[in-house]
């Protein structure tokens, strides 16, 4: 595939025999858990598990989810990050201050988990494991935050003392990441929520830099490792009675929640879950190019497209502002309300 050709030079990373017989079994390494991760009744009434992984068991589940990323392409993404501390030094006026916004934060501050469940192109999990909840190293008495993001991430159950003795260190997640089959590839489809800030933490994980610049950068190294991207968002963006955050948009279509809210596995579940539920009620077919060429690779509030908010004349009044405007300093989790 075109986007793996260009590192056919990297190295792979090699499986041993203990990891060849991996499955979707419990893992061996169990340490303490979150609040997010267990057992819970899924959709179909079948219990499902979401799985924590920290720095013990990481490379023992990214050999899980290489085996099963082929036959469940479609993996959706949520992250919880330590919110926003900090605006660009240029005019809201320019047409990239959203960009510059996330960027100026994801350069700053550390990701604290990461989410990612799998469904097939029918929006079926997998048996057993449907989703992992991936818990990064944050100190909370080193690490840069917004007091009120660690409160509300604290009474979802997260638990720093973990993520500071047991969280696993970023720059090996994306090594271990490049070779995982989930990037690079375009078979595979990422799908999120108003997540500007969660692809920005990723391919700063991906690359080990802070992000490009310019906005047009980020896009074309994002096209580059994320082939296909669906932003719900954006997709339903001027759709009546579709509004609001991740939670509002999922009972509105009927769709599930699997585990607790603010917690990245349960998050990336209910995305992906919400996802397809709007395909089906708009009949929106996937594997139509028209309809790739309409909704893939854009996110919702970012690059050119009608979602970006453009203050009003600097005459205007501020009330002018629209409701879908993000409100960039209280998100723990993309952009979502």
Not at 85 to 106: F, G, K, L, M, S
Request: glycine letters at 10%; charged letters at 25%; aromatic letters at 12%.
């Amino acid at each position: 595939m075109e986007a793996q050709q260009q590192f056919e030079g990297a190295a792979e990373l090699k499986d041993d025999g203990a990891m060849s017989d991996l499955t979707s079994d419990p893992p061996a390494f169990v340490p303490k858990t979150n609040k997010g991760s267990g057992t819970f009744p899924g959709p179909d009434g079948k219990m499902v598990e979401i799985r924590d992984v920290w720095k013990g068991n990481l490379e023992e589940e990214m050999c899980n989810i290489r085996k099963i990323v082929d036959d469940y392409p479609f993996v959706s993404m949520d992250t919880e990050f330590p919110g926003v501390v900090a605006r660009p030094i240029t005019d809201q006026y320019a047409h990239d201050y959203q960009y510059q916004t996330v960027r100026c934060n994801v350069d700053l501050l550390k990701i604290i988990q990461l989410g990612i469940g799998f469904v097939n192109e029918k929006g079926e999990h997998p048996e057993g494991c449907v989703a992992w909840q991936f818990n990064f190293k944050f100190s909370l008495t080193e690490d840069m935050y917004a007091q009120d993001s660690i409160d509300l991430l604290k009474d979802a159950g997260i638990d720093f003392a973990m993520h500071e003795s047991d969280g696993i260190d970023v720059t090996y997640f994306g090594e271990l990441m490049i070779t995982s089959g989930l990037v690079l590839m375009d078979n595979v489809r990422w799908v999120s929520f108003h997540s500007g800030y969660d692809f920005g933490y990723l391919l700063k994980l991906l690359t080990c830099t802070a992000l490009p610049s310019s906005e047009s950068d980020f896009f074309e190294l994002l096209k580059l490792y994320f082939p296909y991207i669906y932003d719900i968002k954006f997709m339903i963006h001027g759709v009546d009675g579709l509004h609001g955050g991740l939670q509002k948009i999922g009972e509105d279509v009927g769709a599930q929640r699997i585990g607790p809210m603010h917690q990245a596995g349960s998050d990336a579940l209910l995305t992906v879950d919400t996802f397809f539920k709007i395909c089906e009620r708009f009949e929106y077919q996937i594997a139509e190019p028209e309809n790739d060429h309409k909704y893939v690779n854009e996110l919702f509030g970012l690059g050119g497209n009608s979602t970006v908010y453009r203050p009003p004349p600097r005459s205007d009044a501020i009330d002018d502002i629209p409701d879908d405007t993000p409100d960039l300093g209280t998100s723990t989790s993309g952009y979502q309300a």
